[in-house]
């Protein structure tokens, strides 16, 4: 059985098109024999609030115009409507969190008032040069290779100053837009990197996702996962259109299953050592 689907957005995610649907998304996780799926809104902030720390690091939080608040009373009302619809389907509601180290007040308003399952952390913009930007847009600022040790600085401070979320998501952002062509990244270029944000990752005791909308991680890389001490897996499509859920996610179990890690006791657990 394939494991669930923890990172899947809907009709209530402002990034999607308008073939996205929760209920599809529902009938298409069954249909492929999942045996969940987590829904994970963005949940981002087109200016900071008060407590929030974007205020001291950039002038302009805004790094994407389409940004929309989250309707979480909307968005909660369709999960309970699923659950209705789909009784055969654990369906965990989520959200995905950006920048939440730079949002905490914001962010933490909205995540501590309510009761979502699974809180995914992610790191889609950066500060620099006083404004916010989209990480990818610093390919061409500076050479390729310091694009990414950019980013993973960057990723360490989410780690350490936020813990609003359980799920670290696309650890390495980026090499989805790698200049060369993504298929050229290489994931041995930034190992040390990679074992610094995954270090920080384990000593909370978080989770961290495979990605498999990205460049699938390597086995070698879950295993520097595995050796810095950390304990379990999660898997995500990042799927934005319903026939997206779950996909690839034969390769991933392949991948997480050679790095040592198994599925759980009931099958939407965490995947562990
Ligand atoms: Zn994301
Ligand atoms: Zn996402």
Redesign the pocket.
Known sequence: MLPPDN?V?TEWSYDTSAEASMARSCEQALAIGMPGVAF?E?LEFTAGGEGDAIAGVATDARWWTRIKPLDVTGYLASVADCRERFPGLRILSGV?TGESHLFAASAGAVVHGHHFDRV?G?LHAVPYKGRLVAADALFGNMPDDDVMSYYFAELLQLIERSDLFEVL?HLDFPRRYWPKGAHLYREEDFEEEYRTVLSALAGTGRVLEVNTKSPLASVDLIRWWRDVGGTAVSFGS?AHLPQRVGDRFKLAVDVVEAAGFRAGRYPYDFWRV
Do not use: R
Request: charged share 20%; hydrophobic share 20%.
């Open positions: 990172h957005h994970t963005h995905e995914l992610s998501a990042d």
